[in-house]
Every structure is written in structure tokens, then in C-alpha cells.
């Protein structure tokens, strides 16, 4: 097993940034349902939410990391394929990357923006501001952007599993594999 990815095979650490990132957008995606199903005050949605900043903090990381991975191995990727399907799976993992950097980033805006500190795990990232010195622009855009940008997320990960599975079931073409 090598660390590098290959035109065969995805290597061990970007399996590894792809199921990390993908447990854990799992985890913070249960908060987030359950919040709107069971509402916020139940508790089995204040459990799963408790810890969506330390949860999101983790994955910002684990994101970036895997977007600079991403790059440094650009050119020994497994190929998405010609054609129309090849455009548009090169079209819709851009378009992860691009939220999975995106959502947390405007989090990030409005905790730097606000008047509460942001210090995940105890680690201070932005300290508190006064009232008279918050950033609306910044909480604005992270207040208006961070969930709905979330959802649409959602909804080309769905797209993701689907297309993974139609790979594995109907076209039988070791593109699963690949990953696994």
C-alpha cells in the first residue's frame, strides 16, 4: 500500500482524508437533521450538535490538508474518464472541494466577526469583540452563506454516494474500489 496516489488506485493517505472527512461530515450532517426533525431543545439533537465548531474545526483541517494532497498528486490521479461522465465528475468534485472549503471558511468569517471568542478545544483563534467593534459584513455573510451552502453540500454528497454506487452496481467498473 502506498501513500501517493497512482492512475490505478487512490493512495493510503487520501483514502484516508476522503473517509475521515466523510465520517465526520456524517457526524455534523446528524446534528444538523436532527435539529430540524426533533428540534433544537431535544435531546438527542443538542448531544449530536454540542460539539458542531470542535467537529467543523477538525474537518477545516482535514479539508485543507486534503485539497493540498489533492494538488500535490494532481497529475498521478486516477483518470475520471472521457466524455460527458468525465466532465462530470471532474465538474462535481470541484464543486466538494470548493463547499467543503466554502462552508467552513464563512464560519470562520462570522466567528472572527462576532462578539463571542472562538476557541475551539480551549484554543484561542479570534478573541471576542465589543459590540461597537463586531463586523457585520463578515457575520452577515457567514450567518446568510454557512448553512445554506451546508445543504447544498448535502446534496451533492448524496449525488456522490449515488454515483459511487451506480459505479459499483450497474457499470461494475472498479471505481469504488479505487477509493476503498
Not at 45 to 66: D, M, P, Y
Not at 96 to 120: H, I, K
Request: aromatic fraction near 10%.
Amino acid at each position: 500500500m502506498t501513500i501517493a496516489d497512482s492512475p490505478a488506485r487512490y493512495g493510503a493517505l487520501s483514502r484516508f482524508f476522503h473517509w475521515a472527512i466523510a465520517a465526520l461530515l456524517v457526524w455534523q450532517f446528524g446534528g444538523i437533521c436532527s435539529e430540524a426533525i426533533l428540534g433544537e431543545d431535544h435531546p438527542l439533537a443538542a448531544r449530536l450538535s454540542a460539539n458542531h465548531t470542535q467537529v467543523g474545526t477538525i474537518l477545516f483541517v482535514l479539508i485543507v490538508c486534503r485539497v493540498v494532497w489533492a494538488i500535490l498528486n494532481r497529475g498521478r490521479r486516477p483518470d475520471h474518464g472521457p466524455g460527458l461522465l468525465g466532465y462530470a465528475a471532474r465538474l462535481g468534485h470541484f464543486s466538494l472541494y470548493a463547499l467543503m472549503l466554502a462552508v467552513p471558511t464563512a464560519a470562520l468569517l462570522r466567528a472572527w466577526g462576532n462578539e463571542r471568542a472562538f476557541a475551539p478545544f480551549g484554543f484561542p483563534i479570534f478573541a471576542p469583540r465589543s459590540p461597537d467593534q463586531v463586523v457585520q459584513t463578515a457575520t452577515a455573510i457567514g450567518s446568510n452563506f454557512h448553512g445554506e451552502m451546508a445543504w447544498i453540500m448535502g446534496v451533492l454528497i448524496l449525488g456522490h454516494v449515488a454515483m459511487a454506487i451506480l459505479h459499483q452496481v450497474a457499470w461494475r467498473d472498479g471505481t469504488l474500489k479505487r477509493m476503498t
